[in-house]
């Protein structure tokens, strides 16, 4: 095979690139700051507070500033980044599939012992558990995740021209993948939140990391201004047609199959080790956890999979004003949601995220 270009030598498994611990650095102090935010506890156990136009997690807010201040990108960081509940874990998995397909054989990779969140660290967490260390000792090139919208990224990830790619997904999923996994969180004491009180903050924009569509809409503006540095995918269409998304996520990466890899079945084979079913499947991903203080099991990213979902639990009425907001907000930008793979998810039942 032939030797591929350099942002696919593969960087080791994370777990053994930085060393484990708190950093030593004390994070800054803006506890002062977040005091003063606007607050929403309608998502309880989670608090998010308004910061720089965007609902930010309280938990993560000071990990995040820390991050904007400190941050030190290098010019070949990939960042894969979305609003939660679109499909990071799997945009995840893939990449790390994609980057290190040499260094493993995919019978054997490392992503069948270990959920994709170990191998493409949440940026904002480690700064927040004064971890940024971890970063620093990663081997590059690096992948790495953060939920922030374009504008509160730090600023050198964008001088530096780093490459992005950005999954977007119906909001109608999103806010059912966002309601069960947030009751997920709850305390058995805690009454689960009503769906209709989730549909009520989300079509708001109080929603973790909302709102929504200003979050997808300046990561669309800037894939349309840098496509060779932003890759703008969706959800839907990862679904419909995975080779075809495999195969430019590898082309932007910069490390396209070759013609003897396509012989092989090397893109299928990624497509099926970063499957729903698969992924699913694993004991890692049944059992295991991120960290022990973490609430939630593994189990918890991957809860159904797919398109439409929404229909099992909004009426028509509320899937309409959802639709209406959405059409509202994108209107003029270019930017519509896979209407024919979406209808065909509605007309054909749940399309399912399988292999
Ligand atoms: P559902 O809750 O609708 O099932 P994120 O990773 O951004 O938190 O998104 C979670 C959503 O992606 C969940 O949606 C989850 O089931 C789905 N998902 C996780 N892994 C997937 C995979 N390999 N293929 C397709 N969908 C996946």
Redesign the pocket.
């Known amino acids: 095979m032939a030797a591929l270009p350099s942002l696919c030598n593969s960087p080791p498994p994370m777990e053994s690139q930085g060393k484990k611990g708190a950093d030593p650095r004390p994070p800054s102090n803006f506890t002062d700051l977040i005091s003063t935010l606007p607050l929403e506890e309608g998502w309880a156990p989670l608090r998010i507070r308004k910061y720089q136009g965007f609902w930010i997690p309280e938990r993560v807010l000071q990990g995040i500033m820390d991050m904007q201040q400190n941050f030190k990108a290098r010019p070949d960081d990939l960042f894969v980044l ?1 609003y ?7 945009l995840k ?1 893939l990449t790390y599939a994609i980057m290190t397909r040499t260094q493993y054989p995919l019978d054997h990779h490392p992503l069948l012992r270990q959920n994709p969140h170990e191998f493409v660290p949440i940026m904002g967490i480690t700064y927040a558990k004064g971890e940024a260390s971890e970063l620093e000792a990663m081997s590059s090139p690096r992948i790495l995740n953060t939920h922030l919208p374009y504008s509160l990224l730090p600023h050198a990830i964008k001088s530096l021209g780093c490459k992005l790619i950005y999954v977007c997904r119906d909001p109608k ?1 999103v806010l ?2 966002r309601f ?2 947030n009751n997920r969180m709850r305390p058995q004491a805690m009454e689960p939140i009503p769906f209709t009180k989730a549909f009520e903050m989300f079509c708001e924009g109080n929603c973790p990391y909302g709102p929504i569509w200003e979050h997808v809409l300046e990561y669309w503006e800037e894939s349309q201004r840098r496509p060779e540095k932003v890759l703008f995918l969706k959800y839907e269409e990862m ?1 419909g047609d995975p080779p075809r998304i495999v195969k430019r996520l590898a082309e932007f990466m910069g490390c396209p199959f070759s013609p003897e890899e396509e012989k092989e079945g090397v893109v299928e084979e990624i497509i099926k080790l ?3 079913d698969k ?1 699913k499947s694993l004991e890692v991903n049944k059992t295991g956890k991120l960290r022990p203080d973490f609430v939630l099991t593994n189990d918890s ?6 398109a439409g ?1 929404w229909r099992n639990h909004m009426s028509p009425e509320m899937a309409r004003k959802l639709d209406r907001i959405t059409e509202q907000k994108f209107e003029g930008s270019g930017l519509t949601l896979d209407a024919v793979d979406v209808e065909a998810a509605a007309t054909n039942g749940d399309v399912q ?1 399988q292999a």
């Open positions: 979305s939660p509940k679109s499909g990071t874990t799997w998995a999923d059912v993948s069960h996994y679904l970063c499957s729903f992924m990213f991957f809860r159904k999979g797919g979902d995220a």
